[in-house]
């Protein structure tokens, strides 16, 4: 099984560029998370969703959109990329609905000139 | 509201223990995990405590209080491996909380020869 993965592992935007990061889990998860983790802080949620076709607002959602179109599937999207969102993007499932354990994808580092 | 506090840094020697302690306040609270991230790679799951008391895993632990609202995990037999940022997380479980999961801003764990 290959886990939780990510695409891409690094991307350069430039500001107002959009771009969609993809996260595919082959664990059979209903509940999968995205993060964003800046320098020296820890991770902040940014949207998750509990099932296909369902998302719901984390922590620090401005500025991005995702989708769950597919169990598996998981994407995050940046409509005007910012350099305010410069930063590595983790991508997380879960089996419980507590998320107790969760599962983290290798990351995707985004700069945003 | 909701608060989470852990040391910044933690610096020991290889065989000697670390204990990185937590303080936390969060609705609707549950239990704790704990997570560890090597430098440049992706938090891995280390640890639950659902209860009160202490959990084993090997050379690591995890305790819990819930009347103190705090807990620790306890590195033994230190290796250099070990060198790496270790967050705590509060889960909680009421609606309000459920899309506020908590990380900490991580202990860094440093190993001396």
């Known amino acids: 099984n290959a886990g939780v993965t990510q695409t891409p592992k690094f991307r350069v935007l430039k500001t107002g560029q959009s771009m969609t990061l993809l996260c595919a889990q082959d664990?059979?998860?209903?509940?999968m998370y995205w993060y964003r983790q800046d320098p020296g802080m820890g991770l902040r949620l940014i949207h998750y969703s509990v099932g296909e076709g369902t998302t719901a607002k984390g922590e620090v959602p401005d500025g991005y959109n995702v989708s769950r179109l597919k169990k598996q599937n998981f994407l995050l999207g940046l409509e005007s990329a910012a350099p305010s969102q410069t930063s590595v993007y983790f991508c997380a499932s879960s089996y419980d609905y507590r998320g107790n354990e969760q599962f983290f994808g290798p990351g995707t580092r985004l700069t945003v000139l | 509201g909701q608060s989470l506090e852990q040391p910044s840094e933690v610096t020991a020697v290889e065989g000697a223990i670390v204990q990185i302690n937590c303080t936390y306040q969060t609705s609707g609270f549950y239990g704790l995990s704990w997570y560890q991230q090597h430098d440049g790679g992706a938090p891995t799951f280390l640890s639950y405590?659902?209860?009160?008391g202490l959990e084993e895993t090997g050379r690591f632990s995890s305790f819990l209080s819930r009347s103190d609202s705090y807990g620790y995990l306890l590195l033994q037999e230190l290796q250099m491996k070990d060198s790496a940022s270790y967050f705590c997380?509060?889960?909680?479980?009421?609606?309000?909380?459920?899309?506020?999961?908590?990380f900490g801003a991580g202990t860094q764990v440093v190993v001396t020869p």
């Open positions: 405590n659902g209860l009160d």
């Open positions: 997380a509060p889960r909680g479980g009421t609606t309000d909380s459920w899309g506020k999961f908590q």
């Open positions: 664990m059979n998860h209903e509940y």
